[in-house]
DNA sequence: ATGACTACCCTAGGTAGA
């Protein structure tokens, strides 16, 4: 099974992309982040003429996730548990092949410190309460999407320049290793433990064509599927298409 | 250099992203 996550900016601004990529890359499962539209206006045709299921849980401008699978889902839940308040749309799980697969889109906590950064970290300990649970259940998981979170210096382009922002802060780094000591291996870094690779760019300052890029899009694999893993790679592909979205695609393929 | 880009709201320029 090939599962994918692409952080899309705007699904509907990136039509011609995603679908297009779809086509090439064939992922059983696609979880996308910040769709930046309601549900009614998600474009779930688009994807079920290439053959997806589709989960959309969008709203307004921000934010917004999606669950595309070719097998029917066996169940699809929204909302990550813990704050009833919460109305931000940043959580999507589904039952895929007897693998639940929540897909995420983490908040970015900037401006630091700060109301933002709060949320953030609030918001990484109801995801690992989640991870809590799901492994109790003994069910083999992933947690797969834009986790606005670089792990280790190895993966900012500007490791000083970077070190009090909200994506490498040593706090958002701690939540990270909390949830990672849960069990859950990093399936990218498990594989590639030596190399520098990066899955979002900026649009500003020729960030692209400079390779000055962070690696924020992850694969968390519970114990039972990090022993099915097969292999992890990120697309650059759709990075340097015209209209590209500043995250670009990656998959992980497990047995 | 208070920069640089792109998307949202909708048609001006504020908010957000990372």
Redesign the pocket.
Known sequence: MRIATW?V??V???LPNVTGWLREAKPDVCVLQ?I??QDPDFPRLEFESLGYHVTSHGQ????GVAFLSLTKPDDVRIRLAGDDTDEQSRYIEGDVGGVTICGLYL??G??RPGE?YDYKLRWMERLRQRAIALLATGAPFMMTG?F?ICPADADVYDPAGWAEDA?CAPDSRRAWRALCNLGLTEAWRALHPREVEYS?W????GAWPRNNG?R?DHFLLSPALADRLLSCEIDRGPRGQE?AS??TPVICEIA
């Open positions: 952080n900016n705007s509907k601004a990136r910040e930046k539209c307004k401008s921000y934010n908040p970015n900037n401006p933002k834009d606005n994506l979002f900026d649009y500003q300052a962070l924020i209209k500043d995250h």
